[in-house]
């Protein structure tokens, strides 16, 4: 790397909620979160674009059958799948975005076109449209587990307010939240922010996530977020805008960080948020349990699976 190229930073994240009580449920999250953090971070240390990093990692995260997103997805109240993905571009402050999107493999991808679209947040009818139009192929990402999960639930009259974070056997029942997310720094100093996910599950038909909002995924040339728990939650705080913005008004990362989960914590938010600054700090925090997060700092790779329950933040900051 030469002097005037910046150190790469990437951070990702597949949810948040209650802790993971199996063992085997906490080793298939980590080599799972390991696995797309070593895949991506070889993209950005050959000069990948932050943007193209971070459509790779949603992408990668979406296909792992046990995170709510792409295959996977938990179903809504009907027993169908919609989805949610957005896409920021922090350079070009550029956001796009689709909303409750069905039968389809990759929702991030279709936000990737969007990025280049004079419309460039799609809901259901619409998104839908676009990806005949795109001939993108149909594709059904239930999975055994969630159709289990969702039977359960309608046996018990719905009376839970969350599908599983994680589709794993021991875990229904637990309750948890289901997204998944990647913020990137790239060698040019450019800094992106993706997050997909299936929604909350057992929702109403037409509910709208954050994770295709400003309030769950943003980025700007000082930083990057991307949120993960209770939509409602993370809107309220309009999570993922006010950390940016705070470090673009000159808070440091993990000041920004700590004061808006404190404020989410005090108003009893269930929610949390991965970021990187351009100065090369990368920062999660969160007020429910855990955040099932894996980063990469340049050195190494590092994950937030048995972080400390009563922590708000923790933080990495450059080495370079
Ligand atoms: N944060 C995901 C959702 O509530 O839809």
């Known amino acids: 790397m030469s002097a005037n190229q ?16 199996s063992e085997k449920g906490e080793a298939t999250v980590r ?8 895949e991506v971070y070889e993209l950005l240390s050959f000069r990948g674009s932050a943007l193209d990093a971070v459509v790779m990692g949603c992408q990668l995260l979406e296909n792992q059958p046990i995170f709510n997103a792409g295959t ?17 571009d922090g350079a070009r402050q550029r956001f796009s975005g689709v909303i409750n999107v069905s039968r389809i493999r990759h929702p991030i991808e279709v936000a990737k076109f969007l990025q280049g679209d004079d419309d460039r947040v799609l809901s259901d009818y619409g998104a839908n449209e676009l ?38 056997e021991a875990l229904i029942h637990e309750p948890r939240k289901g997204t998944i997310g990647v913020v990137a720094l790239d060698n040019k100093g450019k800094i992106a922010a993706g997050t997909s996910t299936g929604g909350k599950g057992l929702e109403r038909i037409g509910r709208v996530s954050d994770s295709a909002m400003p309030a769950g995924n943003y980025a700007d040339a000082s930083a990057g977020v991307s949120c993960t728990g209770i939509g409602e939650d993370i809107m309220e705080e309009c999570l993922a805008a006010k950390i940016v913005i705070r470090v673009t008004d000159g808070m440091s990362l993990q000041d920004a960080m700590e004061k808006s989960i404190a404020e989410s914590r005090s108003r009893n938010r269930d929610l949390g948020a991965i970021a990187i600054a351009a100065d090369g700090t990368i920062c999660w925090g969160k007020t429910s349990e855990v955040i099932l997060a894996a980063y990469h700092d340049g050195q190494e790779i590092g994950d937030t699976i048995n972080w400390n329950n009563s922590e708000l933040l923790g933080s990495k900051t450059p080495f370079n």
């Open 72 to 88: 996977g997805s938990v179903l809504q109240s009907d027993g169908q799948i919609r989805m949610s993905a957005a896409l920021m």
């Open 6 to 21: 910046i150190q790469p930073k990437l951070i990702i994240h597949g949810g948040a909620g209650g802790h993971i009580r």
């Open 131 to 168: 990806l005949r139009e795109l001939n993108i192929p149909m594709y059904d990402p239930l999975v055994e587990i969630r159709l289990k999960e969702w039977i359960q639930e309608r046996d018990e009259n719905f009376d839970k307010s969350m599908a599983g974070v994680v589709a794993e």
């Open 31 to 38: 080599k799972a979160l390991h696995t797309v953090v070593e």
